[in-house]
C-alpha cells in the first residue's frame, strides 16, 4: 500500500509564493516520476510539471515561476510556485509513478491540496 501526502496549500496574494510538498510512503521499489497536476472548478485536471530521471518539464503557464524538485532520500517532491496568479488558484494532486514490492509500476494518486491565489 502506498500514501501520497501533500502539504503546503493555501491562501496567497497574487505575486506571492507558495511552496507545496508530497512525500509517499509505503513499500516502494522505486519511484520512476513524479508530477503535479492540478484541477480548477469546471475545468479538466491540468499536467503542471513533472520530474522524472532528473529531468523536468512544465505547462507553458507556469514556465519560469514554478520548479518542480525531488528529494530522492525521503521520497519527496517539491513545487515552488512564485509570482503566483489568480488563474494559478486550483486544487493540486501529486501523482508518483512507482513500483511497489511484487507489483508493477502504476500511477499513484495524493488526496489534493487547495491553492487560492487573491487578486
Known amino acids: 500500500q502506498v500514501q501520497l501526502v501533500e502539504s503546503g496549500g493555501g491562501v496567497v496574494q497574487a505575486g506571492g509564493s507558495l511552496r507545496l510538498s508530497c512525500t509517499a510512503s509505503?513499500?516502494?521499489?522505486?519511484?520512476?516520476?513524479m508530477r503535479w497536476y492540478r484541477q480548477a472548478p469546471g475545468t479538466e485536471r491540468e499536467l503542471v510539471a513533472e520530474?522524472?530521471?532528473?529531468?523536468?518539464s512544465y505547462t507553458d503557464s507556469v514556465k519560469g515561476r514554478f520548479t518542480i524538485s525531488r528529494d530522492y532520500a525521503k521520497n519527496t517532491v517539491y513545487l515552488q510556485m512564485n509570482s503566483l496568479k489568480p488563474e494559478d488558484t486550483a486544487v493540486y494532486y501529486c501523482?508518483?509513478?512507482?513500483?511497489?514490492?511484487?507489483?508493477?509500476?502504476?500511477?499513484?494518486w495524493g488526496q489534493g491540496t487547495q491553492v487560492t491565489v487573491s487578486s
Open positions: 509505503g513499500s516502494i521499489i522505486s519511484i520512476y516520476a
Open positions: 520530474i522524472s530521471g532528473g529531468a523536468t
Open positions: 501523482a508518483a509513478n512507482l513500483r511497489l514490492v511484487l507489483s508493477y509500476p502504476r500511477d499513484y
